[in-house]
Structure formats: structure tokens, C-alpha cells
């Protein structure tokens, strides 16, 4: 039975900032936030059925529909800015922690030798992948993600957890002091906004040859699949990170995260930490800035082909963008965080647009319930964002 592209979809949330950003949110609040991953995920479920209802049923990746839903001049202006902000704005960001993550993997690997020209090759390699597409290198990558988030699951099961607190933080949702922007980093990090381009245009193309609400109810099953699973995989490295004690003067590099899998990986931890780290970086580096070339190709109605020189343009320009912000000297572990927390705030307005080319849809019926779901989570995300906002605000003392 065929279940559509909703794995892609869970390997790409699944990068490096999902480990770290998990991770530290366990370290600081322990089980508290676990919560806010169970919304996220669900979140995701809404809104990535949206996303592929689009490809699937009205043959449109989500850039077309903005193209042909916004003809005022006016409006395009503003669709077409938002777009740009949300998806090649936010992928260079996202590609920034991408790489950095790849970069603190052989960092970890090599005990601290990693020079800056790393960062620059890492982009090299990245950058091969995208114009050669190296389907076996990327699976072998996969691989070795997958074994890592196998071994999150299993230090879950045999560290010292306390489950009381682990499923009070699973199912009653409060926010710690000081825990704003890790929510919507946890959000963020989830809910990913190029996702729901990323999805429409992979589904479209998966379905081809079967544009119907079957294959859309297929679809969904898939993701009824491994969404949860990625979901599992997150809560797993959140708790892990409950567990886990610091060391003295708390977590300031990815390299303090390492002996986090201990439990199972045991001397090779921080072996195991550092190349599914690399995996987890070069895997979402690849998939960032196609899913930017994508979007933006449809909103401007350019050539479906690969080849086509913009199309390049874009990808090469995120990929860039991203290794420029990546040989800047911060800390990859700020920088990473921060890019989840600033999808959590683009969010909104992308899942609000495609909540309302959902609705206006013709193809296929939608209870009014499913539709009001995916309006709470359009709400819910904006709340979210405006208190980032309130609380950014306070700390600049504005």
C-alpha cells in the first residue's frame, strides 16, 4: 500500500535543531515542556494534510495557490513578501543551524579540532548532494540518524526517569519561567514552516497519476504513520535530556549534550552523538534550501525543471546565506535555538493561508470540525508568537 511522502516530511523536521533544541529544553525545564511537542505534532498532522491536499487533490503546490488566490496587486505584493520572509528568509536560517550542526558533529567527532574551513567544506558537500542528487549517500545518512534516534528511544527506557512528572509533562500544558522562547523553539522546530511548501509539491508529484481523495486518504494514513513517530523520536530526546545532569556551570557548546546517550552508547557516545549530529545537518542542509527553490519557483510560475537557472539561483543563494551566517564566529547552539523560535514566529501566517486555501478548496468536502481544528491551531501558534513578542520586548526594555 503505497502512504504517500509524509516520511519525507519527518526527516526533514528531524535535523539537528530538533536534537538539540529537545535536548535542552529537557536539561533546563526537565519533563515540562513535553507537552508543547504532543500539540506540535498534532499541529503538524492539521497542517501538513492541508499542505497535501493541495498538492493531491487541486494539482497545486502551496506557492501556486498563493499565485492565483492573490490577484490584487496590492495583495500579491504581500503574499509574495511574506513568502519570501517565511520560506527563503527562514530556510537560510534554518540552513545556518544545518550546517552548524553538521559542523559540531565532527567537532565532537574530533574532539574539538574542527576549523572554520570545515563549515566551509560541510557547504561543499551540501551543495554536491543538491546538483548531483546522491540518493545513496542521503540514505546512508539517514541511516545513521535513525540509528541515533534509536538510541535516544532506548536511553529513555533505561535511564532514571522519573514517568510521574513524564506524563504530567506530556499531557497538562503550563510554561516554566523564562520558557517562552524555548516553546516556540520546540514549535518551531516541529511545525516547520518550508514543510507545508515542501509537502504540497511532493505530493502533487507523488500522485501524478492519482489525484484523488483515495490518494489523499492514503496520504493521511502515512501520516498517521510517521508523524507520531517523529514525534516519539523528540519526546524520547526531551526526556533523555531530563535525566541528564549538566556539567558544572551549565550546557554552553553542543559538546556538553554528548554524554547525554551514555546510558546506552556508553565510551561511544559522544562517537555516536557526533556523526548522527553530522547525518542529521547534511541530510536537513539538503532538503532546506530545495524546499525554498520549490515554493518560490511556483509563486513565480517559472519552468518546472531543475535545470532552470532561478531555480538554482534560489537553492544555491539559501545555501550560501546559510554558510555566510555559519562562518560568523557564534555560538551554533544560540544560533540553532533561535532559528526554530523564529519559525515558531512565522508560523501563524503561513498556517493561516493555507488553513484559508484549504477552505476555499472545492475538491473535496471538509467536516467543519476538521476545519475549526486547524483554526484553534492557527490561534494557538499566535498566541504563542505574540508572547515571544511580549517577551522579547521586556528583555530589550521597551
Given at each position: ?58 494539482r497545486k503546490g502551496v506557492g501556486e495557490a498563493m499565485r492565483e488566490a492573490a490577484q490584487h496587486p496590492a495583495t500579491r505584493t504581500l503574499v509574495f513578501v ?116 515542501l509537502h504540497a509539491s511532493a505530493a502533487k508529484k507523488y500522485w501524478e497519476d492519482e489525484p484523488t481523495p483515495k490518494a489523499w486518504r492514503r496520504e493521511m ?113 544560540e544560533i540553532i535555538i533561535a532559528a526554530q523560535a523564529a519559525n515558531g514566529l512565522l508560523l501563524p501566517f503561513m498556517a493561516g493561508f493555507v488553513l484559508l ?42
Amino acid at each position: 500500500m503505497k502512504l504517500g511522502t509524509s516520511s519525507v516530511i519527518v526527516a526533514a523536521f528531524v535535523g539537528p535543531g530538533t536534537v538539540l533544541t529537545c535536548a535542552t529544553a529537557g536539561i533546563e525545564f526537565e519533563y515540562a515542556l513535553s507537552w508543547v511537542l504532543v500539540f506540535s505534532v498534532a499541529a503538524t498532522f492539521v497542517l501538513q494534510s492541508f499542505s497535501a491536499g493541495a498538492g493531491i487533490l487541486a494539482r497545486k503546490g502551496v506557492g501556486e495557490a498563493m499565485r492565483e488566490a492573490a490577484q490584487h496587486p496590492a495583495t500579491r505584493t504581500l503574499v509574495f513578501v511574506l513568502v519570501i520572509l517565511g520560506l527563503w528568509a527562514g530556510t537560510a536560517t534554518f540552513q545556518t543551524g544545518n550546517l552548524l550542526g553538521a559542523t559540531a558533529g565532527l567537532d565532537s567527532l574530533s574532539g574539538g579540532r574542527v576549523t572554520q574551513s570545515t563549515t566551509l567544506l560541510l557547504g561543499a558537500v551540501a551543495a554536491t548532494i543538491l546538483a548531483l542528487n546522491l540518493r545513496i549517500l542521503t540514505q546512508i545518512l539517514t541511516g545513521l540518524v535513525a540509528l541515533m534516534s534509536a538510541v535516544f528511544i532506548a536511553t529513555m527506557f533505561l535511564a532514571p526517569v522519573n514517568w510521574e512528572a513524564a506524563l504530567s509533562g506530556l499531557f497538562v500544558p503550563r510554561l516554566p519561567l523564562n520558557s517562552v522562547v524555548r516553546t516556540m523553539a520546540l514549535v518551531g522546530t516541529t511545525v516547520v514552516t518550508y514543510n507545508l511548501f515542501l509537502h504540497a509539491s511532493a505530493a502533487k508529484k507523488y500522485w501524478e497519476d492519482e489525484p484523488t481523495p483515495k490518494a489523499w486518504r492514503r496520504e493521511m494514513t502515512g501520516m498517521a504513520i510517521f508523524l507520531p513517530l517523529g514525534g516519539f523520536i523528540s519526546v524520547a530526546i526531551l526526556i533523555a535530556g531530563a535525566t541528564f545532569a549538566p556539567p558544572e556551570g551549565g550546557v554552553t557548546s553542543i559538546a556538553d549534550i554528548a554524554p547525554i546517550i551514555e546510558p546506552v552508547a556508553g565510551n561511544a557516545a559522544r562517537l555516536l552523538f557526533g556523526l548522527g549530529l553530522f547525518a542529521a545537518g547534511i541530510t536537513s542542509a539538503v532538503t532546506a534550501p530545495l524546499a525554498a527553490a520549490f515554493g518560490i519557483r511556483e509563486i513565480f510560475d517559472w519552468p518546472d525543471e531543475a535545470s532552470d537557472w532561478r531555480f538554482r539561483a534560489i537553492w544555491i543563494s539559501v545555501l550560501l546565506t546559510g554558510l555566510g551566517f555559519a562562518l560568523a564566529g557564534r555560538n551554533p547552539l544560540e544560533i540553532i535555538i533561535a532559528a526554530q523560535a523564529a519559525n515558531g514566529l512565522l508560523l501563524p501566517f503561513m498556517a493561516g493561508f493555507v488553513l484559508l486555501l484549504t477552505a476555499r478548496q472545492r475538491e473535496v468536502t471538509l467536516p467543519a470540525w476538521y476545519k475549526a481544528v486547524g483554526a484553534v491551531v492557527v490561534m494557538i501558534t499566535a498566541g504563542l508568537g505574540l508572547r515571544t513578542l511580549v517577551w522579547v520586548w521586556r528583555q530589550l526594555g521597551l
